[in-house]
């Protein structure tokens, strides 16, 4: 880390000012993957909730790395509920990330989870806020507290732009994945992959809100198709990717290597 890092805290600023953001998921449900990253310099962390094995024991212990190695720990939320959403921001995230957003309903209960003032946020004295410590701690905490919609439905295209139109939602995420799906699963005609993509980024960024997404390399024509569609919030694959990766390269080096002093 250097002194000039901002703080995790200003991650949210950051986000909604279009600072290119560079992040990833976190699988493994353990602390070093999110120490080293953060060390590395990535701006954020997401810890997938959603699809992977963490619990609320694990979440606390690497929001705690998070927090420690300078990068702002987000959670996907496994489930989209009051509880669940403040246990998360309790043990310290900076922010959620939600799945399956589709409506205007859902982006405005989202908020109102997160946010003690105009919210349904509950009071607790956490890490979330230094123990108490943390001045003004509820203002605080809605100034840094991040909301992020993942964008994964056929049905949240035709209301992205109520669902945009939502204070308090920070950026919309580009489930391109799962979105691919739904959109294959219709039965009456429906936009392509990317007609979709270029309607939700263009009502979203008309309406204020940064774009996130993940791509598994910066060096792709999709990574560079999405920076110049506006993305500037990128999720480069996942922990458990990069591991693989380097895996391979000393594989394929170990190979090299062997069969030339053979």
């Known amino acids: 880390m250097t002194e000039t890092r901002p703080h995790p805290r200003e991650f949210r600023k950051r986000l909604q000012a279009g600072e290119p953001l560079l992040g990833t998921f976190m699988k493994v449900p353990a602390t070093q993957n999110t120490e080293v990253l953060g060390l590395l310099g990535f701006d954020f962390v997401v ?31 496994a489930r989209a509920d009051a509880a669940n959403i403040l246990s998360v921001l309790d043990d310290g995230a900076i922010g959620v990330m939600c799945p399956h957003v589709d409506s205007r309903q859902k982006a405005e209960e989202l908020v109102s989870w997160t946010k003690y003032h105009g919210g ?53 995420f580009l489930g391109r994945g799962d979105l691919g799906l739904s959109l294959s699963n219709a039965t009456d005609p429906v936009p392509s992959l990317s007609e979709a993509v270029e309607k939700i980024v263009k009502i979203a960024k008309g309406n204020g809100k940064t774009i996130s997404a993940v791509v598994q390399s910066m060096k792709s024509d999709e990574a560079k198709w999405l ?16 591991m693989r990766q380097a895996a391979s390269m000393a594989l394929q080096d170990f190979n090299e290597v062997m069969k030339g002093n053979a």
């Open 120 to 172: 349904l946020r509950g009071a607790g004295v956490s890490r979330g806020c230094d123990y108490g410590a943390l001045p003004d701690m509820f203002r605080a905490a809605d100034d840094f507290t991040t909301v992020i919609c993942m964008i994964e439905d056929r049905q949240a295209i035709d209301v992205i732009d109520e669902i945009s139109s939502v204070d308090g939602i920070d950026a919309i």
């Open 47 to 77: 810890l997938d909730e959603e699809h992977a094995p963490w619990n609320r024991a694990t979440l606390d212990q690497s929001l705690l790395a998070a927090r420690a190695a300078g990068t702002a720990g987000i959670v996907r939320i």
């Open 227 to 242: 920076i110049d569609l506006g993305v500037t919030a990128i999720m480069v694959a996942q922990d458990l990717a990069f």
